[in-house]
């Protein structure tokens, strides 16, 4: 009777498992289309894109897309400014961001709620409401058609501040602050060799949303840069869209290349952030 209970409760909880690995599959499957759907349409004639039903797998058109890309963009130079301008707001943004949150988390100093509370309230204000004044104080800074306002004014964000600060009055206990301070390490020491590598997993995760939120800024860029050679991926794209010829095969192949950076960051990190975020979490638990 007991066994055959057990094996009852065997099956049961292997079809229940079953069952959550399909629901799984399925959605991932949901996520997963959309981008390779792009890169199927990269390889396909312009001709047989709209077709019903639609392609579902690669074409021969990849060669011509391709030379038809280079032809009406230098698309490797835009693919260099995205590249260069994400990782100066990647950085920029994680270092700034994690002195602020430390200073935030970790001193006593006047007004430091005020100000952490005024930090947190810009983040209700919409973005286009100061387009007009960031356009006049570019032009007077003479940064237009540079890398320099599209990483500069976010390097010490409302939302990285918050994240790292957070994260570190967690983290980071006092008396371990403490102690490298009698051994004599001043405050700048501190934050490279004790503060930073312990929120390493909230670095990666304000990093790699960083690095996609700087890649994909189109606004910003569109305002801001002139030149054609001076566009960055999502701007130089858009540029392809004519009135009444549109070059899809171009577009798609452009769109495909331009995922390959993210899908690649996205797969090199997305275990260290589980596996940081895991550690982390447990250290709490101990504590």
């Not at 009777?1 to 629901?23: D, P």
Request: hydrophobic share 55%; net charge positive.
């Amino acid at each position: 009777m007991v066994k055959r209970r057990s094996s009852g409760h065997t099956l049961l909880w292997k079809a229940s498992r079953t069952l959550k690995y399909l629901v799984l599959f399925g959605v991932s499957l949901i996520f997963i289309y959309p981008f390779y759907y792009v890169f199927v349409l990269a390889t396909r004639e312009r001709a047989n894109m709209f077709k019903v039903p639609p392609p579902f797998w690669f074409g021969h058109g990849i060669g011509n897309n391709y030379s038809s890309l280079l032809k009406n963009l230098p698309f490797w130079r835009n693919m260099l400014n995205s590249t260069g301008i994400a990782v100066l707001a990647t950085f920029t943004t994680l270092f700034f961001c994690t002195m602020a949150g430390f200073a935030f988390a970790k001193y006593k100093f006047k007004g430091k709620n005020f100000l952490f509370n005024f930090i947190l309230a810009t983040l209700a204000i919409p973005q286009l409401l100061g387009i007009i004044p960031f356009f006049k104080m570019m032009v007077w800074f003479n940064w237009l058609n540079t890398w320099f306002p599209l990483f500069i004014p976010t390097m010490a964000n409302a939302f990285g501040i918050f994240l790292m600060r957070q994260y570190l009055n967690s983290s980071v206990p006092l008396d371990l602050l403490d102690a490298a301070r009698i051994d004599g390490i001043g405050e700048f020491k501190i934050l490279f060799k004790v503060v930073f590598p312990l929120a390493k997993p909230a670095l990666a995760v304000l990093g790699i949303s960083t690095f996609i939120g700087s890649w994909n800024n189109f606004f910003g860029a569109l305002v801001i840069l002139r030149d054609k050679r001076a566009y960055t991926i999502p701007v130089a794209l858009s540029s392809l869209l004519g009135v009444h010829n549109i070059d899809f095969g171009a577009i798609m192949m452009g769109t495909a290349l331009s995922l390959v950076p993210l899908l690649v960051i996205f797969l090199f990190f997305s275990k260290k952030i589980i596996s940081n975020l895991l550690a982390g979490s447990l250290k709490g638990v101990a504590r």
